[in-house]
């Protein structure tokens, strides 16, 4: 099983975790014997967040709680308060994942954070541009490792931009090995163009026998 921990904090760009996290959740699209999702919101409290669009979430466990092994997944989404220094706790929770080869997956204002920890200083990686890192992380030193794409994954660590959410599910999902992957060239392609012809394809990978 893989345990997928969201760490949610007030501003969250709920827009950003959308794709990644309905198919986690929802495994509709997921091949035969893939590897079960146990999928839970984290924080440093229990006290309820806010996100940008004004939902309230109310988180399942505390970093505390976390598991650290290779079947286990930190997503850090985009904020606009990643610079409270509460945050501290979770990133050095993030750096434990990289060194023990879990998969940390960061986008946008993320991407800054990891950014200020030194954790990109020597990792191919993204964000909205090496200027906003520089910006929001006085203290980065990685701009011979950026990459100007919308996610870049590298191994166990997936970082993307604003713009970048589709693709950085994408890179999430095949790193999992959760679809088929036909399925998963069919999903990015509708939800990419949205054009008719690849959600009939990814139907039709679906009627061959590839899910669950």
């Not at 191994?155 to 693709?167: D, F, P, V």
């Amino acid at each position: 099983m893989f345990t997928i921990y969201v760490y949610v904090l007030d501003t969250l760009a709920d827009w950003e975790l959308g794709h990644i996290t309905s198919e986690l959740h929802s495994g509709r699209f997921f091949k035969k014997d893939a590897r079960r999702i146990s999928l839970k919101t984290v924080s440093s409290t229990k006290e309820p967040i806010h996100t940008m669009g004004g939902l309230t979430i109310i988180p399942d466990c505390l970093i505390d709680d976390i598991v650290v092994n290779e079947t286990s997944v930190l997503l850090l989404p985009g904020a606009d308060t990643w610079n409270d220094s509460k945050h501290g706790t979770i990133l050095e929770k993030a750096r434990e994942f990289l060194a023990l080869g879990a998969t940390v997956c960061a986008i946008c204002g993320a991407t800054g954070a990891l950014a200020g920890f030194g954790l990109l200083d020597n990792r191919p990686h993204t964000s909205n541009g090496a200027e906003f890192l520089e910006m929001v992380s006085p203290c980065y030193k990685g701009q011979n490792f950026y990459i100007d794409q919308p996610s870049v994954a590298d191994n166990n660590l997936i970082t993307a931009g604003s713009t970048g959410a589709l693709l950085w599910a994408k890179q999430i999902i095949e790193r999992l090995g959760v679809f088929e992957a036909n399925t998963l060239e069919a999903w990015y392609d509708y939800f990419s163009t949205g054009k008719p012809e690849h959600f009939f394809a990814l139907m039709q990978t679906l009627s061959s026998g590839n899910r669950n």
